[in-house]
């Protein structure tokens, strides 16, 4: 079965009327928080954690991720800043997909917050570091990278033509996001904004989450 079938059989099968009470309970939540950032997705991400249906994965600068206990393949990201580059990105990925981009089931922006649909993936470990330097020099086109090796507690700085060690299906996943945001937006990839596509080391895929941000403007 197809990548593209299964992904439109799983999206049938979800309840459609998920996306809207999650939008529901960050608006009721939100209502209680008096920071604002990361203070305030914080709060938000503890206070939904009171409810018992919900599981909370992780929360970054601007953004939840949930999945409801009764379908925990799918995760649902809470975007609480609703210009951020987030929405963009899963935007770019429902358009553009591939082996090592997000499948994108569905997305939607509410008065609360937006909210991106997609299926459960894996975290990168620290011991997975070199491949995520690897593909960092590929996304921001510098000559060098550097990674820290837990096997030996020492940095380690490379050159950038061993970015061929990488797929490259995934070279060319980050050279279109490149080309696609440059001029609007930064580049980063680190831990937390990629994601493995499954546990098995042997057949595992890199899936790039969310490497950009928009920056406030040229001076």
């Not at 997609?118 to 470990?125: D, I, K, S, W």
């Not at 937006?185 to 969310?210: C, E, G, Q, V, Y």
């Amino acid at each position: 079965m197809s990548n593209l079938l299964k992904a439109l059989m799983d999206r049938m099968l979800m309840r459609p009327d998920r996306m809207a009470e999650l939008a529901g309970r960050v608006r009721d939540n939100l209502s209680h928080c008096r920071g604002t950032g990361e203070v305030e997705v914080w709060a938000t991400a503890d206070n939904l954690e009171a409810y018992s249906d919900l599981s909370v994965l992780g929360q970054g600068h601007f953004s939840i991720a949930v999945c409801f206990k009764d379908e925990p393949d799918v995760v649902y990201k809470l975007g609480l800043k609703k210009e951020d580059s987030g929405a963009a990105y899963a935007a770019w990925c429902r358009a553009n997909p591939g082996p090592h981009v997000p499948v994108i089931y569905d997305m939607r922006r509410y008065q609360s917050c937006y909210i991106v649909k997609m299926p459960y993936y894996h975290a990168v470990e620290v011991e997975d570091g070199k491949v995520i330097a690897l593909a960092n020099t590929v996304l921001m086109e510098e000559e060098t990278g550097l990674w820290y090796n837990p096997a030996t507690g020492c940095e380690t700085v490379f050159q950038r033509d061993a970015y061929r060690d990488l797929p490259p299906a995934l070279i060319g996943t980050l050279r279109s996001i490149t080309k696609f945001f440059v001029g609007v937006a930064t580049f980063d990839l680190h831990r937390d904004n990629a994601m493995w596509s499954s546990t098995d080391k042997a057949t595992r895929r890199l899936i790039i989450t969310d490497p950009v941000s928009f920056r406030a403007g040229y001076e």
